[in-house]
């Protein structure tokens, strides 16, 4: 890009930032991509923090055998909406924000295409959120069916609170779309002159590919939320057998929406550790293509896996093994990452910066997770396994040591871009050590619990399985607090610190543009020059 096109868009840039109210009304009414990743990114904190204390609750009660502390109904409220927190407040828009600070800079672009339409997005979600919080304060308490929310469990046996749970996903799912529709355009129309699809950062290849995930995906949640409603209020029987409905229907709407879901809470994940894993290795990340081939192919296959989560349901055999064969062959596409990112470290010159020490934890148990779905994939494994704290165990390594761990890593990375300085890495290196140890304290034992059969889901539970719970629990308290280690390096990093240079990693000549130079809102980088 010549340096005339990049002051023109410095310049641009600028203007749009100044030229917005200054004070509240800056935040409330900016149009600025940065201010708006900032809102998401501490959007999705305070959420974090929020299902996290309704993990606290969980884990309490299941201390020791026998109810202390709450009842089983509001037990069951906790696991709900701790679940919900955590995917639709915590992981996706935290993910968004990533997408709205770094993508425009990425592909040169001077902010996002729709810019108004970006800040409707955003603020849409602390009102849905609100929402769904209050409806755990109406008489018969909030909703207590599970994330799934499976039919009769939400229709026929749930609370008044139903229809409060029904319009916050509904806001939810509009602000996922509205997101998705942005990105695709910036991604599409926006990208510097010079670059050419096969020259985008993983990052925003992958999140390309999520945005069209989240398109194809939202309506099919908001369907089946739409038919729970009327089936509790409105007298309709699309789930209910004795009107001529079927409860397994809603499974196969519900999982049509959630697998693809899932994906969308980890394919960001991989552009992530791709920018991370090439900088702190000084070396350019190995197979390319493969990694841009190989995120579509997921993309794809996660179409075809719904029902492995419904082995259990009593589906034709023909049903069974195309659904096993088809989660297994998305291991294939995945291990390609997991060689390609350990390809790109092999004889690299590695540093193990905080960055760089989340993202090997996020390789190493992102890969476990990995093997216990292959275990689960399997139908007659799964009848063992199905509803026990094993699945518990393989989902939270995904999505925690996952999603979680990919998102620490990309603020710990980018934080010197954001705010000019340089976080405290003692702290940061603190934080890793507390939270990767606590963390496995807490999962993995999981396993074992599932495997001997204690149900997840349960308020109470037999007296042998009271030690391996005691530990998790423990485990469970420690990498919560631990979390606020993680608020003291942003605080700090925020109020100031030693300055970040243009490179601060000393990343390889080429890889330093995935990084940008710092100065928040001052200066606009471009990658360099495309021949």
């Known amino acids: 890009m010549s340096t005339t096109t990049h002051d023109t868009i410095a310049t641009a840039h600028d203007d749009h930032h100044h030229g917005a109210p200054k004070g509240l009304m800056r935040w409330l009414l900016t149009t600025n991509h940065k201010d708006i990743g900032s809102l998401y990114l501490w959007f999705s904190f ?15 009660e299941l201390f020791q055998p026998g109810l202390q502390l709450v009842e089983p109904n509001f037990f069951n409220q906790m696991t709900t909406v701790h679940g919900l927190i955590m995917v639709f407040g915590a992981v996706m828009p935290a993910f968004t924000g990533l997408a709205n600070w770094l993508i425009p800079m990425m592909i040169g672009a001077p902010d996002m295409a729709l810019p108004r339409m970006n800040n409707w997005s955003f603020w849409i979600l602390p009102f849905a ?8 304060f109406m008489e018969g308490g909030g909703p207590n069916f599970g994330w799934t929310f499976y039919a009769p469990l939400s229709t026929t046996y749930s609370p008044d609170s139903t229809a409060l749970f029904v319009f916050a996903i509904h806001m939810m799912g509009i602000s996922s779309i509205m997101g998705a529709i942005n990105v695709i355009v910036t991604i599409v129309n926006m990208r510097a002159p010079g670059m050419t699809w096969m020259k985008l ?3 925003v290849w992958t999140w390309l590919i999520t945005a069209f995930l989240l398109i194809a995906v939202m309506p099919v949640l908001a369907g089946a939320v ?5 089936d509790k209020f409105f007298g309709t029987s699309f789930f209910d057998a004795a009107g001529g409905g079927d409860p397994v229907m809603f499974q196969h709407i519900f999982w049509f929406f959630g697998h693809p879901e899932v994906y969308i809470m980890i394919l960001p994940s991989f552009g992530i550790i791709s920018a991370i894993v090439p900088t702190f290795s000084r070396k350019k990340l190995f197979g390319y293509s493969s990694m841009v ?8 296959l996660s179409f075809l896996v719904w029902a492995h989560h419904m082995f259990t349901t009593g589906m034709p055999v023909f049903a069974e ?3 096993m064969y088809c989660t297994m062959l998305i291991a294939v596409p995945t291990g390609v990452k997991v060689f390609n990112w350990v390809a790109t470290m092999w004889r690299g010159s590695m540093t193990f910066e905080t960055p760089m020490l989340f993202a090997v934890a996020f390789i190493i148990l992102f890969t476990i997770g990995g093997f216990s779905g292959l275990m689960l994939a399997i139908t007659p494994a799964d009848f063992q396994y199905h509803d026990t704290y094993f699945v518990v165990a393989h989902f939270h390594y995904v999505l925690v040591t996952g999603a979680i761990f990919s998102i620490m890593a990309a603020a710990y990375y980018w934080l010197p871009k954001w705010t000019g300085h340089m976080y405290n890495e003692t702290l940061g290196k603190w934080h890793f050590w507390c939270s990767v140890i606590s963390v496995n304290v807490l999962f993995f034992p999981m396993h074992f619990l599932g495997l001997a059969g204690m149900p997840r889901r349960i308020p109470d539970y037999a007296v042998q399985f009271a030690d391996v719970n005691q530990i998790v629990s423990i485990g ?4 919560g607090l631990s979390q606020f280690i993680f608020l003291a390096v942003v605080l700090k990093c925020i109020k100031g610190g030693k300055p970040a240079g243009d490179n601060p990693w000393q990343a390889a000549e080429g890889l330093e543009w995935s990084i940008a130079s710092p100065a928040p809102y001052h200066s606009f980088t471009t990658p360099p020059e495309i021949k």
Do not use: C, D, Q
Request: aromatic content about 18%; hydrophobic content about 70%; proline content about 2%.
């Open 46 to 60: 305070i959420m974090f923090l929020t299902g996290g204390a309704m993990a606290m609750v969980i884990r309490a």
């Open 129 to 136: 959120f609100s929402m769904l919080l209050g409806s755990l």
């Open 201 to 203: 950062p993983l990052f």
């Open 226 to 230: 739409t038919m729970v409603l009327t």
């Open 293 to 300: 081939y190989a995120t579509a192919s997921i993309a794809v």
């Open 321 to 323: 093994l195309f659904f």
């Open 476 to 479: 469970g308290f420690a990498f």
